[in-house]
């Protein structure tokens, strides 16, 4: 999600669509630009993206789990992101989740979306969640620590 000039319908419609196929596993993630990508340039042409962004995300200076992109509804697709997985497994939420992605972007949503991630894969791999979970909120903490 996330991608140059997705909207915020186009990412509800990632939503249903996971929804209909009910896959095994669940994992949605932020589109994140490198430079010379096709879509990079094409959103710098856009002028949806800036040098000075691109310059900041490849020296650390930008939040992970935050896109640079300057479009329309990308703070609520991003915030749609984080409660992805949780909508696919539990469709009743549909209506509290359209009130809450309009919050700001915030740490709680990103621990959502860590303890979704954790889910989902431990129901796959079969690796302890008390394992995973210990991992997940070191590496929060760093994050945390650093931003």
Do not use: C
């Not at 669509?17 to 949605?28: A, K, T």
């Not at 932020?30 to 691109?54: D, H, Q, R, W």
């Not at 309009?102 to 796959?124: M, R």
């Amino acid at each position: 999600m996330g991608m140059p000039n997705e909207t915020l319908e186009m990412a509800w419609e990632t939503i249903k669509i996971n929804q209909d196929i009910n896959p095994d596993v669940v994992s949605m993630e932020l589109f994140m630009l490198y430079p010379n990508l096709n879509l990079t340039n094409f959103a710098l042409k856009e002028g949806i993206l800036t040098e000075s962004a691109l310059d900041g995300l490849a020296k650390g200076q930008n939040k992970m789990m935050r896109s640079i992109l300057k479009q329309k509804e990308i703070k609520e697709v991003s915030n749609l992101l984080k409660f992805g997985s949780t909508l696919v497994r539990f469709l009743k939420l549909e209506s509290i989740v359209k009130k809450l992605i309009k919050l700001p972007e915030n740490f709680i949503f990103d621990g959502i979306w860590g303890l979704t991630l954790v889910w989902e894969y431990s129901n796959w791999t079969h690796t302890s969640k008390t394992r995973m979970v210990a991992d997940v909120l070191k590496n929060f903490r760093q994050l945390i620590l650093k931003n």
